[in-house]
């Protein structure tokens, strides 16, 4: 989803050029951008700073990850999906609409790319937030949330960069579902079927690997790590890094690896692994991305149900298709299917075994929740989705995956970097929690002293980069009494 295919066609749709000139005072190349305000940077109050430390991430400053995200890279999804939409249209009406009402159908795909356009142009031009007008099942918690937020921060380039963000993607679906002929359709549903298919490699590689796995903490911590570094969907195509990362990670697994700046496995075992024999021992996934992703959250998973770390592990969904390649419930079982018919016989055995957990009940689907395509922060969940968080809490561990995730537990705060994990959480602790996310924005905590500083001089785009991972733990038995 990366690439884009069209021409910017205004001021507001350039991409941010930087073009070298000399300074008078040196002759080394400076950037105009330093010097100068764009008029894109005036009109939208654009400033030309990174984030400032303890300020929710946003388009406003210039210089960080989400303004990139704003200006260059969602302009860029939306446009694929218009070309897809204008690729496929012959086929889409076909699979959605009988003969009798075809030119309805063709109608209708016209209407939802012209909104697709309009909420680009929106995005391109800082235009606020609008309500939820039509049959979206959780219409009353946006239009609640948008009323809520302060004026001057409604619109795509002054809200934190989390709510734009979420407001885009959930913008996105409404348009289908209030559509008459492509309720059903998921615009993302092939670049998700391709996240594994496209892998399958390593999906073989993974599978051989993993049989006949001691239960031991080594065991444990190299599945972490692997299921950490297979957070990959969304990282910018120029990483070669991230297809090779997990190749290292499977071929060289007892390597140290400085590219992990957190590592409490130790601890995350501990939690899983105390002696005292449990009748129930429950694990929740709050899972990310479909694809060779989801795979891998599945072998987990499996390790934690054959080495008695839990005896069930309940899969948390999204509601609907969310940040392109989210899973959803239909690409989880889609993901199953596609496994157990696979031409493959290992492979087709795995995906049969993981297909029987689901039956035994030793893997779950947690009922459908809206709040994880909700533009909250988790702290609000007790108050917002008070089922859920009382759902987690009788869960042993919670495990969160990936980026989104991580920056709505942190509240998509530019925290100080050795600030402590459970200090950002601002009380939500349901459970133990444990995160495996691959570094993709500027949010983080937990670091060691001087860590920080040390990648910023040696790597300047280490936190937006992909090619580092945190595995971090909090305890939440202190409170919880487990
Ligand atoms: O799939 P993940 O790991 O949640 O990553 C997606 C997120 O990462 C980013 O690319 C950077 O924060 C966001 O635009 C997006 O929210």
């Known amino acids: 989803m990366e690439s884009s295919s069209k021409e910017p066609s205004s001021e507001a749709d350039q991409p941010e050029e930087e073009h070298p000139v000399k300074s008078d005072s040196s002759s080394q190349p400076i950037k105009i951008s330093r010097l100068l305000r764009t008029e894109f940077d005036a009109k939208y109050q654009i400033v030309n700073l990174q984030t ?86 959780d219409r009353e918690l946006w239009n609640n949330f948008i009323s809520h937020l302060p004026d001057g921060e409604r619109s795509f380039y002054r809200a934190s960069s989390l709510h734009a963000e979420c407001y885009l993607h959930r913008k996105l679906q409404s348009f289908l579902e209030n559509s008459i002929f492509l309720k059903s359709y998921d615009f993302f549903a092939k670049v998700k079927e391709h996240a594994l298919t496209d892998n399958m490699d390593d999906v073989l590689a993974l599978t051989k690997y993993t049989r006949r796995s001691e239960n031991s903490l080594e065991v444990f911590d190299e599945l972490l790590r692997i299921n950490m570094w297979s957070n990959c969907n969304d990282v910018a195509s120029d990483t070669e890094i991230v297809k090779q990362t997990n190749r290292q990670v499977l071929e060289n697994v007892a390597a140290p690896d400085e590219h992990v700046l957190v590592n409490q496995a130790a601890e995350i075992w501990r939690c899983l692994d105390n002696q005292k024999p449990k009748k129930q021992k429950q694990v929740d996934f709050i899972l990310d991305n479909a694809g060779y992703e989801l795979f891998s959250d599945f072998i987990l998973a499996e390790f934690m149900i054959e080495k008695g770390l839990a005896t069930k592990v309940r899969f948390h969904v999204k509601a609907h298709p969310w940040f392109v390649t989210d899973v959803t419930e239909r690409d989880f079982k889609w993901t199953l299917e596609y496994l157990s018919q696979h031409a493959d016989y290992i492979i087709s055995l795995i995906g049969k075994k993981f297909l029987q957990f689901l039956d035994e009940g030793k893997f779950e689907l947690a009922p459908i929740s809206h709040f994880w395509t909700s533009p909250h922060a988790f702290y609000s969940m007790p108050h917002t989705d008070p089922e859920l968080y009382s759902s987690l809490q009788s869960s042993k561990l919670v495990v969160f995956k990936g980026e989104l995730n991580y920056r709505k537990l942190l509240q998509d705060v530019c925290w100080d970097t050795t600030q402590e994990m459970s200090t950002c959480l601002r009380g939500f602790l349901p459970s133990n929690i444990c995160v495996l996310r691959r570094v993709k924005s500027e949010v983080i905590s937990g670091l060691a002293e001087g860590v920080g500083q040390a990648l910023s001089r040696q790597d300047p785009r280490w936190m937006v980069s992909g090619s580092y991972g945190v595995i971090q733990f909090v305890d939440g038995s202190r409170e919880f009494g487990y």
């Open 52 to 137: 400032p430390l303890n300020a929710f991430m946003s388009g406003h400053y210039k210089q960080s990850f989400a303004f990139h995200t704003l200006r260059s890279r969602l302009p860029v999804v939306l446009t694929n999906v218009i070309d897809t939409l204008t690729r496929d249209k012959t086929e889409l009406v076909a699979q959605f609409a009988s003969n009798e009402f075809a030119q309805a159908a063709r109608e209708e795909l016209k209407i939802i790319i012209g909104l697709i356009s309009r909420l680009k142009y929106e995005l391109q031009t800082d235009k606020p937030f609008h309500n939820f007008t039509g049959e979206e099942p």
